[in-house]
Structure formats: C-alpha cells, structure tokens
C-alpha cells in the first residue's frame, strides 16, 4: 500500500527589495499563506528582518536566505534599496541577476521544488529562470495597471520617444500625455553603452514572458487599464489583487508605524481639482 502523503504545491516568492515593493508581496504572501501551500520566501541576510514579522505570524512559511551578490557601485554591506535612494534601483537589478545559479542549484535540490514563482516586476529575469525551470512565473507589480501600461509602452516605443519633450500614449485608453521629465525613471535613465541599463531593460521587458500578472490596484479603479493589459498580452491571466495593505496582517504585526489617518487623505483629495 502506498502511504506517500502529497506535499502542498509549493510557490516561491521573491520581493525586490525595496520597502515599497517588498511590503505589499509580502501581504500578498500572506493571504497566500492561508491556503493550502507550501511558501517560500527569498531574501538575504539584511533583508530578512523586514520578513520576520511575517513569519512570526505564519511560522509554517520557509526562507532561502542567499548572499547578496556583490556590485561595483554598492557599498559593502548594503542590500536594499532604501540605504542608496532611486538612484540604486540600477546597480541593485544588475546585482540580482548573479541569483540565477543559486536559485536554479536550490531548485534543482529540492525534494518538493516550486511549481510557480511570483517575483517583483524589478526583477523581471526571473520570468527566463521560470522558463528554464519549466514552472509559470507571475510578474506582481506593487503599483497599479495605468504605470505598466506606460511602462510598456516607453519600452516598445524606445527609439521613437528619444528628444520628445511631451510623449502621446496613442492606444492606451484616455489616450494620455506626458512631459519627459515625468516619465518612468527607470526609462529615462536608460543608456545604450551602460550595461547596467541594459540589464535593466532586459529585466523589465522579460515581464512579458510572465504567465500570469498580479497588480496592487482594484478593478474599480482601472477596470479599463486592466482590460487594456488584457489584450496587449494576449491572455486573460491579468489578476487585480490590491489594495493589498487592507488583507496583510495588521500594520502593528508588520511593525510599520500609522504615520496618518485616512481622514487626512481625503483633505488632500477634496484640495485637487
């Protein structure tokens, strides 16, 4: 008689890190952590206290702590975003990438590997390693539709927005415009000769290989950008999940401060024109 018991499928979770993209993961990870799967998360050392309280409360949830790989323009020691400013974004992207051979040499040890990976968009080369790994990858976007919409398109459209002072984002819905100066900085910032930018845009067009994508955002808020996306990739595993911070654990569980009542939004707001 066969009593083998079959393990929980089994996801891994990788956040970018960076506070605003690694908080609203891992309150996805823990809406997840409620159903019946194995999870694990990957960090590194400095970063695993920002996971912690997570696992304090779902203690059954499983960490790959690796190394942080090591860059040139990041100062030993460092491994998050917050310590360089925007400015880090680059050099921390190109260093993630040096993860791909651990996490395959785990993967491949593994007596339950994952059957899926969800990963931040930041961190896009993961959706080859998914490939190479025969598993779907699910790129999770911490902001909203509209911002990949835009995203997509400055990268689709490279050559031909160069020089533009006002950018026309002619098939999106509303059709909307933009001043260069307020375009995504991961665009702007790009150049050809840098190999660190092309890592970059690498990284982030490989969203596109995504199985699936989970956007923080509501379809009642950008149920027309949602559906855009729909049709630009060509599927419908385009999944709304958010406002993500309302299903995580309470703030005082994550150990973030309530810096601000809601009251003091909707003042700004009723401000706007």
Not at 74 to 87: C, F, K, R
Not at 112 to 122: E, K, M, R, Y
């Amino acid at each position: 008689m066969n009593t083998t018991t079959k393990q929980p499928p089994h996801v891994l979770v990788f956040p970018y890190p960076a506070q605003g993209h690694t908080r609203p993961l891992l309150d996805l990870t823990h809406q997840l952590s409620l159903h019946n799967l194995t999870i694990t998360i990957l960090t590194t050392p400095k970063n695993l206290p920002t996971v912690s309280p997570l696992l304090s409360l779902h203690p059954q949830i499983h960490t790959l702590v690796l190394p942080f790989p090591s860059h040139p323009l990041i100062p030993a020691g460092v491994e998050n975003v917050q310590e360089l400013g925007n400015s880090g974004n680059l050099p921390v992207i190109a260093a993630s990438t040096k993860l791909y051979d651990p996490i395959v040499t785990w993967f491949k040890s593994h007596t339950n590997p994952p059957v899926a990976i969800i990963s931040d968009f930041f961190l896009g080369w993961t959706q080859h390693l998914a490939q190479d790994l025969n598993i779907p990858g699910f790129a999770f976007y911490p902001s909203g539709a509209f911002f990949a919409g835009i995203m997509n398109y400055c990268w689709d459209n490279l050559e031909s927005l160069k020089g533009l002072g006002v950018v026309d984002f002619v098939g999106l819905p509303r059709s909307p415009s933009f001043k260069e100066e307020h375009l995504p900085s991961s665009f702007r910032m790009y150049r050809e000769s840098d190999p660190d930018c092309q890592l970059l845009k690498d990284s982030l067009v490989a969203n596109k290989l995504s199985y699936g994508f989970i956007f923080n955002s509501f379809e009642s808020l950008e149920g027309e950008y949602l559906g855009y996306l729909k049709r630009y990739f060509g599927h419908e595993r385009v999944y709304a999940v958010g406002p993500l911070n309302l299903l995580g654990p309470d703030s005082t569980d994550r150990g973030i401060p309530v810096t601000s009542s809601s009251g003091n939004v909707f003042e700004w707001l009723d401000g706007c024109p």
